[in-house]
C-alpha cells in the first residue's frame, strides 16, 4: 500500500520552474497519469493507484513538499480518518478505558489531536473513504474495544472534557475571575477539594488575563476535574508547571481514573507520562504526513521502546539512534580548566529578592538549574547574560555569552535562513552542525519560512538554533523544552551534550523535565526559598548532591529503569520510596 502527501504550504508551482515533479515523474513521461495538475487549485495531484513510489518528484521538488511511504497492507483496515486527496493520513486509534489513563506518546503532527476529536466526537470519521455516518464507524470496528464506546458516544451517552493544550490562548476566550470561571464548571460540587489539591486558593480572585502560565495550566485543569464526564482528555497538563507541580498534577488526574473514569493525555515529558499512565500508546509516522497509533503497551515498555526508537510488537524501527541514560552521578569533568568564578550577586525587585551564592564553571560542562517557579531561576539567568544588573555584585567577566531567554519574542520580518546565516552561516553549512543539530531539529524545513510566522515549536527551536550557533563561552538557556514534542526534547538534549563536548564550552540550562536534566547534565545548581518572596541560588554541586537536596523539598524519590537507564518516579509510599526516603538518596540508589 502506497500513500503520498503533498503538504501545499509548502508547494510553489512557480517556483520550481513549473511543476517540476510532473515533468521528472517517469510514468507521466511514459504517457501514464502518476500526477496530474489541478487547474482550478494550481496544484498539482499525485494519483496513487498510478504511482510506482520511484521517489524521484520526492527528491527533485526543491521545497521538499512530497512524501511518498510504502506502508505494509494491513495497515489498511485500520485507516481511520483523511483529511482529503494527498492530505494527511491517520491509523489507528487509541483505546479508551473506564478506570484507566491512557498515555499517547509522539512527535506533534501525527495525528494526536485528530484522534481525540473523533474520539470525543467533534469529528466523524471518514474512514479513508466517504463515510457520512457513525454506524458506519460502528461496523468498522466490530470486534474492538472501541465498539462499545462508539456506540456510546452515537447514542450521546458519552460526555467527553478536554483539557486543550495550548492554555495560553484562554484568556483570549474566557472572560472574567477565575472563581466565577471555576464555580460555572462545577457539575459535581467539588469546588473547595479542587482549588485546595491545585493550590489555587491565592488567585481565586484574579482575571483570568492576570495569571501566569502555570496558574492558567492548573486552572485549566481544574475546570476539566469538576466537569461530570465519561472521557476526559488532557493535552499537555504538565507545561509551564514545575517539577513539585507536574507530579501533583499527575496524581490528581490518576485519582480521576481510580475513580472510573476514562482518562486520555498526551505528555511529552517522559517522567509524568510515566508516573501518570496505566498503558501508552507510541504514535510514530511522519509528521504532517502519516501517523500510526501503535498497539497499546505497558506503560514501562512502550515508554523504553519508544527511547530505543524501535517498537518490538510492530516490527518498526522509527528512529536511527536509542536513547540511553548513563546510571552513574559523577560525569561531571573534574579535571577541566575553570571558566570562571563567579562573585555572590543579589536582586531585589522589591517584592522579591534574590541571592545568589558565589560559584564556579567549568569549562565543557553542562549545569542544570532547578527549582519550583517564580524562586529567581530566570532572574539570575538574566544577570550573567547582561540583561539585568544586579543589586549588589558585579559580573565583571570579559567571556562570551549566548543567551536564549523563556519567552522568546518573534517580531523579525525576515526568513528563518536570514536570521541564522546573520548569526553564523558556516555554522549551517558544517556537518557537524547539519548532524547534531539542524537537521534532528527539522531546521533546514524551515530556512524559507517568516520568523515571525512560526508557531511556538517552531520559535523555541529556531531560538535553541540561534543561540548554539552563536561563537561564545557560555550558553544560558531558559526552557529549551517548552513547546517542544518528546522527539524534538530527546534531539536538543543531545545538541547541546555533543556540542558542549566537542567545543569544550559550558551551557546553564533551566529545565523542569527530569529526563532532559538527567540527559544533559554533569552538575546541578539547586534554587531554594519562597516563591514570590525570596530566593536564594545554591552553588552548582554533583548530581548525587544537587538531586538529594532539591528532590527532599518535592519530597518525590526516583530509581532508574534497568534497561534504559532512565529515572523513573516512585509511587509516593512504595517500598522504594520510604526506604530511599531513610537513607536520604532521592534519586542515586
Ligand atoms: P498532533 O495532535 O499529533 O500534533 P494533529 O492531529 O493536530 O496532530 O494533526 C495531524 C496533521 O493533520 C497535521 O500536521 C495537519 O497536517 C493535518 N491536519 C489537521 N487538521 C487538518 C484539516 N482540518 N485539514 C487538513 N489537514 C489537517
Ligand atoms: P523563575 O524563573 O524561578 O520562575 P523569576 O526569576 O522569573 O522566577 O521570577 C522570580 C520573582 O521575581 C517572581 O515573583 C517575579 O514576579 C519577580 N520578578 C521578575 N522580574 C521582575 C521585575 N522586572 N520586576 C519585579 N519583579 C520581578
Ligand atoms: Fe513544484 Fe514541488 Fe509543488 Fe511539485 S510539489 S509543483 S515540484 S513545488
Ligand atoms: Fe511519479 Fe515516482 Fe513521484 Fe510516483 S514517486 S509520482 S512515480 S515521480
Redesign the pocket.
Known sequence: MRIAVI?YEKCNPDKCGHFLCERVCPVNRMGGEAIIIDEENYRPIIQEASCTGCGICVHKCPFNAITIVNLPEELEEGCVHR??VN??V?YRLPVVKEGMVVGIL??????????VKILAGQLLPNLCGDNDSWDNVIRAFRGNELQTYFERLKNKEIRPVVKPQYVDLIPKAVKGKVRDLLKRADEIGAFDEVVDELELRNVLDRNIDQLSGGEIQRVAIAAALLRNAHFYFFDEPSSYLDIRQRLKVARIIRKLADSGKAVLT?EHDLAVLDYLSDIVHV?YGK??AY?IFSQPKGTRNGINEFLRGYLRDENVRFRPYEIRFTKSSDRQSQASEILVEYQRLVKDYGGFRLEAEPGTLYMGEVVSIVGPNGIGKTTFVKMLAGVEKPTEGEVDWELKVSYKPQYIKADYEETVYDLLSKIDASKLLSNFYKTELLNPLSIPDLYDKQVNELSGGELQRVAITAALIRDADLYLLDEPSAYLDVEQRLAVSRAIRHLMEKEGKTALVVEHDVLMIDYISDRIMVFEGEPGKYGKALPPTGMREGMNRFLASVGVTFRRDPDTGRPRANKEGSVKDREQKEMGEYYYV
Open positions: 503538504d483529511y482529503g492530505a494527511f491517520l509522539g512527535p506533534n503532527g501525527t495525528g494526536k489531536t485528530t484522534a498526551v504514535v509528521p504532517g501517523g
